[in-house]
T-cell receptor, first 112, second 110 residues
Framework: SQTIHQWPATLVQPVGSPLSLECTVEGTSNPNLYWYRQAAGRGLQLLFYSVGIGQISSEVPQNLSASRPQDRQFILSSKKLLLSDSGFYLC???????????FGNGTRLTVT | GQQVMQIPQYQHVQEGEDFTTYCNSSTTLSNIQWYKQRPGGHPVFLIQLVKSGEVKKQKRLTFQFGEAKKNSSLHITATQTTDVGTYFCAGQTGANNLFFGTGTRLTVIP
């Protein structure tokens, strides 16, 4: 079965600082990869998804970007964080179309 | 754009009472999935429904997919404190990505 590794678990960053969150996947090859954000007590907002190396689709325009340098590695970045970037960031993986999502443990980001 | 609405947003029940959350889509879905997120945790996949009118059971949980494939429900019989968490539905149309509902946060009072 798939295992999603996400780190760090928590992060406190000042406004204007850069961000890099990494996600790696084990137990599968050529997965679809996703970055979701969840504001406190809210639903899941899809930020980016990728169907292969170097292929990134953005769902919401913002100051975040994503990259997929390897098949099972997905990175979420920002050059300058905003207060509104605070939230719970979840990496997810899925197989072919129609298959369920497997989520990592998430990163709680607080921008101060 | 596609929207998946979920009601209620919050539900407090006494332990042993039943609980139901409803999910409605503005468009016809190819499939619907349900996830549970424990407090402080990440969403965990529960089940997927594909066929019109489909009903699936997992112990005390019953999942239904509407005949028109635009709505779904999750019913928990005789809730327990371990049922606490937020339940999300997520709908998919064709080859598009999943659209998550807003979630229903369940509190079970012992």
């Amino acid at each position: 079965s798939q295992t999603i590794h996400q780190w760090p678990a928590t992060l406190v960053q000042p406004v204007g600082s850069p961000l890099s969150l990494e996600c790696t996947v084990e137990g599968t090859s050529n997965p679809n990869l996703y970055w979701y954000r969840q504001a406190a007590g809210r639903g899941l907002q899809l930020l980016f998804y990728s169907v292969g190396i170097g292929q990134i689709s953005s769902e919401v325009p913002q100051n975040l970007s994503a990259s997929r340098p390897q098949d099972r590695q997905f990175i979420l970045s920002s050059k300058k964080l905003l207060l509104s970037d605070s939230g719970f960031y979840l990496c997810a993986s899925s197989g072919e179309y129609n298959s369920p999502l497997h989520f990592g443990n998430g990163t709680r980001l607080t921008v101060t | 754009g596609q929207q998946v609405m979920q009601i209620p947003q919050y539900q407090h029940v006494q332990e042993g009472e039943d609980f139901t959350t409803y999910c409605n889509s503005s468009t016809t879905l190819s499939n619907i999935q349900w996830y549970k997120q424990r407090p402080g945790g990440h969403p965990v996949f529960l089940i997927q429904l594909v066929k019109s009118g489909e009903v699936k059971k997992q112990k005390r949980l019953t999942f239904q997919f509407g005949e028109a494939k635009k709505n779904s429900s999750l019913h928990i019989t005789a809730t327990q404190t371990t049922d606490v968490g937020t339940y999300f539905c997520a709908g998919q149309t064709g080859a598009n990505n999943l659209f998550f509902g807003t979630g229903t946060r369940l509190t079970v009072i012992p």
